[in-house]
C-alpha cells in the first residue's frame, strides 16, 4: 500500500504534502488545476518507476533540489522509503540502482478513458537478458488501445482488446467471463438496472461480432452503440478482469505466488456516470476483488473526485483507522492537501457546502448573491452591495426572480421585512 507522499519543487507548490494515504479509501478533492490528477500520476510512478500517458512530472526551476519522496509498503516485512531528485542534465528523476520492492498489483484507471497495469509477474523482471519487448515496464492503454488491443515491440500482442476478448471469453464458456458477468453485476448503478451482457451482435455487414449488453427491454445494443457511462464502467470492469486473469497466469507460468495487495488509481471516478451510479461506484469497487478471487484480497484505493455523491456513498462505511479524506485548496497562491475531519452529513447539500467542495450556496450563482445581499442588508451592511441590490425593494424582486416559493429562506427574509414595517409603524 501506498503510505506517504511528499514533494518539493515539484507539481503545484513550493511543497506538497506530506500525504499519508489510509490503508483501504482514500478520496482527493479540490478545485480544477489544483493538482488531483498529478497527485495520482506521482503516486503511479513512485510505485511502478513509469510515467502513466507520458505525464512526467517537471520540476519548478526555482528549486534547487527537487525532490520526491515516498513509502510505501512491499510483499516483505517493513516499509520501503526513499527520496528521488531530479537530475536537470538527464531530466530524469533519479532513483537507487537495483530492483524495488514490489508494492502489489497496480491499477490507473484515468479521466480520459486511458488505463495502465502494472503487474509484479509481468512488468518486474530479475532476468536482464530478456529480449526488450518482453519487458514492458507496465502497460499503457490509450482509449482506444482498451478496445482495440495492445501491441508491443517484436510484433508481440500484450492484449486483445476488450471487443475481441469478451466476445472469445463468451463464445469459449471461458470461466473468465464468468469472471467478467460478476465484475460487472458489481459494477451496475442499482439492483433494477443490473448490467447483462447480451448475445454477441453484428453491425450492418462487418462480419465482426461485438459484445452487447442486454437492455431492460431485452433487445442485444452493441457495447460500442452504448451510453457513454455504461462504456466506462464495462472497460473498466474488462480491464480489472484482465490484469488479474494474466496475473494468475503469469504467475503458474514464473512460478510466483499471486500479489497479495492491489492498489487501484482512479481519477474522476464519478466521469459520465449518472447520479444513480455515482452513489454506488465506490463501495462497488472495493468488493470487486472479492467477485474475482473469492477471497478477501487488501485493496487500497485513491479516488480523485468532483462529486458530493461520491463522499456520501462512503457515509456508512467509513472508518477512520483505514480510510480518510484529503481536501486541495489555494492558500497564498500556493496548493495545500490537507487531512479533513471526516463527518457524516446526510446529505448532498450539506457536502457541498463543505469544506471539500467549498460552495457558499448550493444554488445558482444568482441566488447565492441575492441571498447574501439579503442577508447583509438584514445586518445593516449595506455599503458594499452591488447597485442592482442596493435597495430593499430590488432584492426582494431579485429574490421572487431567483428562489422558488418553497424556499427556505423567505421565512427569515419575510420575517424581518414585516418585522421592520412594524417598527416603523409605531414610529
Known amino acids: 500500500m501506498l503510505r506517504r507522499l511528499h514533494l518539493k519543487g515539484v507539481g503545484p507548490a513550493r511543497e506538497f504534502g506530506p500525504v499519508d494515504f489510509a490503508s483501504r479509501l482514500n478520496f482527493v478533492t479540490g478545485d480544477n488545476g489544483l493538482g488531483k490528477s498529478f497527485l495520482l500520476d506521482t503516486a503511479w510512478w513512485v510505485l511502478t ?12 526551476r526555482s528549486e534547487k533540489r527537487p525532490g520526491i519522496a515516498y513509502a510505501y509498503s512491499k510483499s516483505t516485512a517493513g516499509d520501503f522509503e526513499e527520496t528521488s531528485f531530479f537530475d536537470r542534465s538527464e531530466q530524469a528523476w533519479l532513483v537507487k540502482p537495483g530492483r524495488p520492492p514490489i508494492p502489489g498489483v497496480v491499477i490507473y484507471a484515468g479521466v480520459d478513458g486511458s488505463f495502465s497495469a502494472w503487474d509484479p509477474a509481468r512488468n518486474y523482471w530479475q532476468d536482464k537478458t530478456s529480449p526488450s519487448f518482453e519487458r514492458l515496464r507496465a502497460f499503457n492503454f490509450t482509449p482506444e488501445q482498451v478496445w482495440y488491443g495492445l501491441e508491443g515491440g517484436g510484433g508481440i500482442r500484450h492484449c486483445n482488446g476488450l471487443i475481441q476478448d469478451w466476445v472469445l471469453w463468451q463464445k469459449s464458456q471461458d470461466p473468465t467471463f464468468d469472471d467478467l458477468a460478476k465484475v460487472l453485476a458489481a459494477l451496475s448503478p442499482s439492483r433494477d438496472e443490473q448490467l447483462h451482457a447480451g448475445d454477441p451482435v453484428r453491425i450492418g455487414l462487418d462480419v465482426k461480432d461485438y459484445p452487447s449488453l442486454r437492455m431492460p427491454d431485452g433487445q442485444n445494443v452493441a457495447l460500442i452503440h452504448a451510453s457513454a457511462g455504461m462504456r466506462r464502467i464495462a472497460a473498466l470492469a474488462y480491464l480489472l478482469v484482465w490484469t488479474w486473469r494474466e496475473h494468475k497466469i503469469a504467475c503458474e507460468q514464473t512460478g510466483r505466488k499471486p500479489a497479495k495487495e492491489i492498489i487501484f488509481l482512479v481519477d474522476e471516478i464519478e466521469c459520465h456516470l449518472h447520479p444513480q451510479w455515482q452513489r454506488r461506484i465506490v463501495p462497488a469497487l472495493l468488493r470487486v476483488m472479492q467477485a474475482l478471487t473469492g477471497k478477501s484480497v487488501p485493496v487500497q484505493l485513491i479516488v480523485a473526485t468532483h462529486s458530493p455523491l461520491v463522499l456520501a456513498s462512503a457515509e456508512p462505511d467509513f472508518d477512520d483507522d483505514q480510510d480518510a479524506l484529503f481536501n486541495i485548496v489555494l492558500r497564498d497562491k500556493q496548493a495545500h492537501i490537507e487531512r ?88
Open 340 to 427: 479533513a475531519t471526516w463527518a457524516k452529513r446526510g446529505d448532498v447539500v450539506d457536502w457541498l457546502v463543505s469544506d471539500a467542495f467549498g460552495l457558499a450556496q448550493a444554488r445558482s450563482v444568482e441566488a447565492e448573491q441575492a441571498i447574501e445581499a439579503a442577508e447583509a442588508w438584514m445586518r445593516g451592511e449595506r455599503n458594499r452591495l452591488p447597485e442592482k441590490l442596493a435597495t430593499e425593494a430590488a432584492i426582494h424582486e431579485e429574490l421572487l426572480r431567483v428562489l422558488p416559493g418553497g424556499d427556505h429562506f423567505w421565512p427569515r427574509w419575510v420575517v424581518w421585512v414585516d418585522g421592520q414595517k412594524g417598527r416603523q409603524a409605531k414610529a
Open 49 to 60: 518507476r513509469t510515467w502513466a500517458r507520458h505525464a512526467v512530472a517537471l520540476p519548478q
